[in-house]
């Protein structure tokens, strides 16, 4: 099964764009790849997800790059309320795939 | 706004006991989804349901059983429970056709300690 790689952790300061990266080298042509996010003490909450082309949505952007092998999730003004654990995913046709995650920190 | 619900916040129960995680959704999906969360290893499928009645394996099933017995509802049974199994459980639900392609919805969490 192809698995997601990102880092451990990021910081971020209040109000600057975020980029966070994921790499997918083994992705399959019909793998969606899909970003969620944890809050402390609470589930997952979904983010935005896409196939192929690049997705904006009122909450972030997904940047696909051109051989699928990697996506970068993009905040574009990060808040307080952004810190939290980013998921990036892959999801086939009878699975979702979680790797461990990017936990991060936004400054004041 | 979708709602899921897990029935109990923390849980705490003794080794051998059976264990029953009731979920349930607001939201008319028909698609619901049991998984745990542990430390280092993110979130891994326990078992999925496409119907009322209808339930499939998911990565790590042994230990675990589910029942759908109506559409708004799922749960999660450990018919024994053992100290391997102290963990965070997470349901979700997602609406028919999407399943896992599209945005899941998920409930708090239910932190089950086996001791």
């Known amino acids: 099964d192809a698995k997601t790689t990102q880092p451990n952790s990021m910081e971020s300061n209040e109000e600057e764009p975020v980029h966070l990266p994921c790499n997918h080298s083994t992705i399959s042509g019909t793998d969606y790849i899909h970003w969620y996010r944890q809050l402390p003490s609470q589930g997952p909450e979904y983010v935005i997800h896409g196939l192929t082309s690049n997705v904006n949505n009122r909450m972030a952007s997904l940047a696909i790059a051109e051989d699928r092998k990697s996506s970068t999730l993009i905040l574009h003004r990060a808040t307080l309320r952004d810190a939290a654990v980013y998921y990036c995913i892959l999801s086939g046709n009878n699975d979702m795939r979680f790797g461990a995650g990017t936990r991060l920190t936004v400054k004041p | 706004d979708v709602k899921v619900t897990q029935s109990s916040r923390y849980l705490v129960k003794r080794t051998g006991e059976k264990v029953f995680l009731e979920c349930v959704q607001d939201?008319?999906?028909?698609?619901m989804f049991w998984y745990r969360q542990d430390p280092g290893l993110g979130l891994r499928l326990i078992y999925f349901?496409?119907?009322?009645?209808m339930k499939e394996k998911g990565d790590i099933p042994e230990g675990y059983s589910v029942s759908r017995e109506k559409k708004e509802r799922f749960s999660l049974i450990l018919e024994s429970a053992s100290t391997n199994q102290t963990s965070m459980y997470l349901c979700a639900s997602s609406p028919w056709g999407t399943g896992f392609t599209y945005e899941q919805y998920f409930g708090p969490g239910t932190r089950l300690t086996v001791t």
């Open positions: 939201m008319d999906h028909e698609n």
């Open positions: 349901s496409y119907d009322v009645k």
